[in-house]
Nanobody, 124 residues
Framework: QVQLVESGGGSVQAGGSLRLSCAAS????????MSWYRQAPGKEREFVSG???????SYADSVKGRFTISQDNGKNTVYLQMNSLKPEDTAMYYC??????????????????WGQGTQVTVSS
C-alpha cells in the first residue's frame, strides 16, 4: 500500500520557520489533491492547508499569511512552509490524500489516506 511519509518537523522558537514535506511512495505519474492537518494534545484534528492538481490552494484563517503549501508533482511531494511560527502552532502535522486525480488506487493510494505525522513544537 502506498505510504505518505511526512518529515521536517522539529522544535523551534516563536518566530522561527520550518518546512514540512510529505512524500507519497506511489509512481510519479500519480496526481493528487492533498491537504495538511494538525492535531494538538487534547484537541480535534483540524484543517491547515490544501492544494489541488491545478495548484489552487486554501488555508485555515489561523495560518493565512504565514504558511505556504506547494507541490512537486515529479516527486509526488507536497510541502508546507511555515513561517512566523507561534506556540499555538504546536501540534502533530499530518498530510492526507483528498482526491486521487489520476492514477490507480492500488498503486497511488486511496482518498482519505493519511501519513503517520510529524511533530512541530514551538516554544515561546
Amino acid at each position: 500500500q502506498v505510504q505518505l511519509v511526512e518529515s521536517g518537523g522539529g522544535s523551534v522558537q516563536a518566530g522561527g520557520s520550518l518546512r514540512l514535506s510529505c512524500a507519497a511512495s506511489g509512481p510519479t505519474y500519480c496526481r493528487y489533491d492533498m491537504s495538511w492537518y494538525r492535531q494538538a494534545p487534547g484537541k480535534e484534528r483540524e484543517f491547515v492547508s490544501g492544494i489541488n492538481t491545478k495548484g489552487s490552494t486554501s488555508y485555515a484563517d489561523s495560518v493565512k499569511g504565514r504558511f505556504t503549501i506547494s507541490q512537486d508533482n515529479g516527486k509526488n511531494t507536497v510541502y508546507l512552509q511555515m513561517n512566523s511560527l507561534k506556540p499555538e502552532d504546536t501540534a502533530m502535522y499530518y498530510c492526507k490524500i483528498d482526491r486521487l486525480y489520476y492514477g490507480v488506487v492500488r498503486l497511488c493510494g486511496p482518498p482519505g489516506h493519511w501519513g503517520q505525522g510529524t511533530q512541530v513544537t514551538v516554544s515561546s
